[in-house]
């Protein structure tokens, strides 16, 4: 019975090895899952970059090195690794997605420009009114001061008519007087139409004000309904064999995106803290310092098993 057992074993023995030699790689790949996980890095190249993105491979490649550090500071490890000859690519994938983002920039711009005419708009309103407040002030004063002295030549003239007339002298001053106030009727008369000018400005600019403020309204509740809501994850995909980036706003938006698939590359799923990186959800995370959260530190110790 030993020497049978024994028989056995040593069958066993070389048909493993008969497997080792004739499918080295079957027993490299059975190697490699007893391994530990992340114990090696994900090796990486870059494929296809659409034009459309002026993105060169510079670029991308420096973004992406940015991507893996955010995993890789947290862990101490290791975890990615670009490789030109690696067939496992990111690449950057143009379609309506990104038709749609240059959609939401553009009326972002419009927004921006908006905001920028009524400011100036304001502005000049504000100053404009504060022209017209000044010139009004000093114009009921002018008036006040007319109607004052029209009130003493009128009171002097009548006094002199009552008596049949002025001696000489108090005629040529009255004629003098009558003739500074017509001057001054004449000037405030002028000074009327300005301020009125000047209304007419104020109204319009006000009235300009308030179609800007209408355009700017309307655009900001299409940018709403269209952009406005925390967007998903869908930006880009990760398949098993390759990550594909559909669109991205600009250069912190594309990292944190590269980011979050790095992470289901290692095997992470998505996760419940909406600040967390492997988070649904786009919108909470920090764009421009993006960090793990305490629920991606642990997801990925444990996906790595990092104690």
């Known amino acids: 019975m030993k020497k049978i057992f024994q028989y056995i074993l040593i069958i066993i023995l070389f048909s493993f090895w008969g497997i080792v030699l004739t499918n080295p790689e079957s027993f490299r790949g059975a190697l490699d899952f007893l391994k530990k996980p992340c114990s090696k890095p994900i090796k990486y190249s870059l494929g296809e970059i659409d034009p459309k993105f002026n993105l060169s491979q510079e670029e991308m490649l420096s973004i992406t090195e940015k991507a893996e550090e955010v995993w890789e500071k947290p862990t101490g490890k290791n975890l990615f690794e670009y490789d030109p000859q690696a067939d496992f690519k990111i690449n ?17 711009s419009q927004l921006g420009k ?4 009524r400011e100036n708009v304001i502005k000049e309103y504000d100053q404009l009114s504060k022209t017209y407040q000044k010139r009004l002030d000093d114009y009921n004063k002018s008036v006040s001061q007319y109607e004052e002295r029209l009130e003493k030549y009128l009171a002097k003239v009548n006094y002199w008519n009552s008596r049949g007339g002025a001696p000489e002298d108090e005629y040529e001053d009255l004629k003098k007087e ?31 004000e308030n179609k800007i403020v209408e355009n700017y309204n309307s655009n900001l509740s299409t940018y709403k309904n269209k952009y406005g809501e925390a967007s998903q994850f869908d930006k880009g995909v990760y398949d098993g064999e390759k990550i594909n980036i559909f669109q991205f706003n600009e250069v912190e938006d594309l990292r944190l995106t590269i980011v979050h698939e790095l992470g289901h590359a290692l095997g992470i799923e998505h996760l419940g803290d909406s600040t967390s990186i492997m988070y649904y959800l786009m919108g909470d995370q920090d764009m421009e310092n993006p960090q793990l959260s305490e629920e991606d530190i642990k997801a990925v110790k444990t996906t790595c098993r990092i104690k």
């Open 92 to 108: 950057i994938v143009f379609d309506e997605r990104q038709e749609r983002t240059n959609a939401s920039k553009k009326l972002e």
């Open 114 to 117: 908006l905001e920028s005419d």
């Open 178 to 208: 009558k003739k500074e106030l017509d001057k001054m009727r004449n000037s405030l008369e002028a000074e009327r139409k300005t301020i009125n000018s000047l209304v007419g400005k104020t109204n319009t600019l006000a009235d300009k």
